[in-house]
């Protein structure tokens, strides 16, 4: 486990992490503690994925089209 915070974390280190993580605790060679401290971490670092893609996905939405498809800017969240 990286010592980063994970509110800190891009999506692409968070998911490159959660991964590192999820292989441990599938191969089971850890103590008990540190499988409680890694489980921990990996809904930390899922949470913070989940968080990163609605981000984008909110963003994607903003975007508008005009009559052709093409992009012409963005709306503000919610159409306000």
Do not use: H, W
């Not at 994970?6 to 692409?12: A, D, I, K, L, R």
């Not at 999820?22 to 191969?27: A, D, N, T």
């Not at 990996?42 to 994607?60: D, F, Q, S």
């Amino acid at each position: 486990m990286t010592e980063t915070a994970v509110e800190e974390m891009s999506f692409e280190a968070a998911m490159a992490e959660l991964e590192k993580v999820l292989g441990q605790l599938e191969r089971g060679d850890v103590a008990l503690d540190e499988s409680i401290a890694l489980y921990e971490r990996g809904a930390a670092l899922k949470k913070r994925c989940e968080t990163k893609l609605k981000e984008a996905e909110e963003k994607v939405a903003q975007i508008t089209l005009d009559g052709d498809g093409n992009p012409t800017g963005v709306a503000a969240v919610g159409g306000v």
